[in-house]
Every structure is written in structure tokens, then in C-alpha cells.
């Protein structure tokens, strides 16, 4: 397994206590040997400005760009998006009810060129939960059903295959705070994906653990492992999903700054 380091950044002090900053460096490298082909070795930046309003709700945008570290050295960004985050009600002492809207706009070449997207209008809600674990400082459970809507010029893309119009996702998370500084957390997610004219595509898992040391307030350090694939096998039937894969798992570090 290989040691992923992550350079040093210097970032400026905080603007004001409704503005801030996500920051993230992030290497990422796939668990097969690094001789084969199939071998990813990437390193991303995620940058995400809001600003947080006195009615518990925000305002954000989130922008990332990643380039291979290996083989073809392609680099590439991702679809940004200006959204809006609110803490919706409380369901009672220990659960709350929040939604989350964005507004996409198309920066990938990929997407551009290949799917022709013009913008994408995604909806969310969520449920999150304090849970009371012994010997665990604080813990949390979050459910999330969320879809979006894809508007392309054109239904089917340039390599011939159609486009995803519509996607609905159900997401599943734990947080646990080990410590005052030390933290896991895992997921799991289940994505379904129609093209135009109705057809569904195969559903889509992600799972994923990580463990996080906090280095003061705002500096953050991690790791972390993700899977995905298909749901179901190809009778669309017998279940998929797995946690651990050695041919397919990624590991991943990141440094995270709020600023």
C-alpha cells in the first residue's frame, strides 16, 4: 500500500463569523498493484465558500478540480453549484429536519462536450439525529433522500448512449466522536438513474469509512476508504453491494481547512 502524502498550504485568516471556507487537498489511489492499468493515483482540491445567515440556513457554492498523478496526467473540474442549506424544524430534542437546494452549473469537459449539459436542479431532505452510545463523546444518524433533474441540449450524448434525465438517491450516515479530536464516519448510498424516454439505468452503490483527527478547530486530517459499483448483479436481482473490494476499494488522505 502506498503512503500518500499531502503538501502544506497556507490559507488567510477568517474574513467574518457568517463567512467561511471549506478547503480540501485530497489524494486518492486505488488498492490494485501500480503496475496494471486500471491503477487510479488522483489528487483533488474542493473549495466551498457560504455564507451562514441568523435563521439557520445557509448559502454556498462548491467548486473542485483533480489531475492523475500517473499514466495519461489528465486533468479535468467538476460541476460547481450555488445551493442553499435550512434547517427546516425539530422533531424533537435530538432530531432535526433540514433541506437542501442547488443549482448546478456545467464546468466539466465531459459533461459538456460529451452529455451536453446545460444545468442540473437537485432537491434534498434530510433527517439528522443525536444518538447516546456508550463511551462514544456525541453521535449522530443521517438520512437523506435526495433527485435531481438534468437539462441537456441534446437526449442522447455524442458516444451514442442516452442521457440521464431524472436520479433519486438515498443516503444512510453515522458519525461517531471518538474522542475530542478523533472521529469515524460511515456511509452508505443507493442511487437510481432514468434516461429520457423512461428507461432506468442500473442503480448505483457508494459505501465508505473514514477516520479523522482534528489538529486544532479548523485544520482537519483524514483517511479513508470508498467502494461503489451496482447495486444488483446482472440478473437485477441478487444484492451487490459490498464494503471491501481489493481490486476495486480506494483509499484516500485529505487535509480540510475551514477558514
Known sequence: MLLLMIPPLAFAGRPSKNWSLYSSVETRSSLETFDQARNVLEMSLELMPAYK??????VRAYLAASKELQGSREQSLSNAF??????????????????DIRGYIPLNEDSIKDESLKTR?????STNSNLAIPYIESSSLTLKISGYRNIHEFETSRSGSVNTQYSLSEYL?????????????????NSQYFSYYNNRKPDVF????????AITQDIEMSLGHTLGG??????????NIEFFNSKESTIYTS???NF
Open 173 to 189: 450516515g453515522l458519525n461517531l466522536q471518538l474522542t475530542k479530536d478523533l472521529s469515524f464516519s460511515t456511509y452508505v448510498t
Open 255 to 257: 487535509l480540510s481547512i
Open 53 to 58: 445567515f441568523q435563521n439557520n440556513s445557509k
Open 82 to 99: 450555488i445551493g442553499h442549506t435550512q434547517k427546516l424544524f425539530n422533531m424533537n430534542s435530538d432530531t432535526s429536519v433540514s433541506s
Open 206 to 213: 457508494e459505501a465508505g469509512q473514514s477516520i479523522s483527527y
Open 230 to 239: 451496482k447495486t444488483f448483479k446482472d440478473d437485477g436481482v441478487t444484492n
Open 121 to 125: 436542479i437537485y432537491l434534498g431532505l
